[in-house]
């Protein structure tokens, strides 16, 4: 049973930075494609950024050039560096298992101003 477990959201003014911690354990390969997603209140939830099994990245527009998505495959771990966050970045923040279809409970980050 795959299993992802977020971690790292907080509260922060706007222009710090986070670091969220996506944890992927269960599977027996470790290289599939991942996804950072997020959901404000009242709003869909959309995509942040998703990186593939060999570490090539893309983001959405509103997050390009402020976020960066990485993995390391030997801890299973996937990573979403946030710099310069600004209050409509506030929201839930969840891994996603592209491979596996799967979820994390998700991590809140709020940015104050």
């Known amino acids: 049973q795959v299993r992802l477990t977020e971690s790292g959201g907080g509260l922060v003014q706007a222009g710090g930075s986070l670091r969220l911690s996506c944890a992927h354990s269960?599977?027996?390969?470790?290289?599939?494609?991942m996804a950072w997603y997020r959901q404000a209140p009242g709003k869909q939830r959309e995509l942040v950024a998703q990186?593939?099994?060999?570490?090539?990245?893309t983001y959405s527009a509103s997050v390009k050039g402020r976020f960066t998505i990485s993995r390391d495959n030997v801890k299973k771990i996937v990573y979403l560096q946030m710099n310069n966050l600004r209050p409509e970045d506030t929201a839930v923040y969840l891994c996603?298992?592209?491979?596996?279809?799967?979820w994390g409970q998700g991590t809140q980050v709020t940015v104050s101003l």
């Open positions: 996603y298992s592209l491979t596996y279809g799967t």
């Open positions: 269960g599977s027996a390969v470790n290289t599939n494609s």
């Open positions: 990186v593939t099994s060999n570490g090539a990245p």
